[in-house]
T-cell receptor
Framework: EAQVTQNPRYLITVTGKKLTVTCSQNMNHEYMSWYRQDPGLGLRQIYYSMNVEVTDKGDVPEGYKVSRKEKRNFPLILESPSPNQTSLYFC????????????FGEGSRLTVL | GNSVTQMEGPVTLSEEAFLTINCTYT??????LFWYVQYPGEGLQLLLK?????DKGSNKGFEATYRKETTSFHLEKGSVQVSDSAVYFCALYNAGKSTFGDGTTLTVKP
């Protein structure tokens, strides 16, 4: 089954404790991206990657890092989480051939205390 | 730059009512247009899409037509069901970047 898998789905952590949210896709997609969803703000892009070893900032990259060492994986790293990073995070992927249709993971709800 | 503006919610309808959710966009060139749906507790999934002017996307009884002259992509359904209750996002894809509207929450009551 074609899917995008995120882990963990739910996490409560404390300020300053480094964490990583993993994202993996099994569709051999070139493009991967991270979004955060906050009430009243819709979906905002954090980082994206056009292919292996190619990453770029989205609209709200501050406080986040990413890496793309393998085509299937695109982890999101919060080096020193803060309460304003409490949000619902989505990973998405897309093929270079399908005119921008995105496939989303189920989301990771992060709470930073 | 690109932007998407969609009708503010929440929208509450009775079962079998007609649904319209307005979406307009700003973009240079020729974007592809999408509607995504997010059911409670789930990620977004593609509902329908249109890749060029005058294309009509349709799925599960929902329809939207790519109107270049009015830069719009309004979502419609003739008879909604309780199971259509969800958040609906209008989006465009242009020059390698996706841009989303803020989402419209639809609640359908029996």
């Amino acid at each position: 089954e074609a899917q995008v898998t995120q882990n963990p789905r739910y996490l409560i952590t404390v300020t300053g404790k480094k964490l990583t949210v993993t994202c993996s896709q099994n569709m051999n997609h070139e493009y991967m991206s991270w979004y955060r969803q906050d009430p009243g703000l819709g979906l905002r892009q954090i980082y994206y990657s056009m292919n292996v070893e190619v990453t770029d900032k989205g609209d709200v990259p501050e406080g986040y890092k990413v890496s793309r060492k393998e085509k299937r994986n695109f982890p999101l790293i919060l080096e020193s989480p803060s309460p304003n990073q409490t949000s619902l995070y989505f990973c998405a992927s897309s093929s270079a051939r399908n005119t921008g249709e995105l496939f989303f993971g189920e989301g990771s709800r992060l709470t930073v205390l | 730059g690109n932007s998407v503006t969609q009708m503010e919610g929440p929208v509450t309808l009775s079962e079998e009512a007609f649904l319209t959710i307005n979406c307009t966009y700003t973009a240079t060139g020729y974007p592809s247009l999408f509607w995504y749906v997010q059911y409670p507790g789930e990620g977004l999934q593609l509902l329908l899409k249109a890749t060029k002017a005058d294309d009509k996307g349709s799925n599960k009884g929902f329809e939207a037509t790519y109107r270049k002259e009015t830069t719009s992509f309004h979502l419609e359904k003739g008879s909604v069901q309780v199971s259509d209750s969800a958040v609906y996002f209008c989006a465009l894809y242009n020059a390698g970047k996706s841009t989303f509207g803020d989402g419209t929450t639809l609640t359908v009551k029996p």
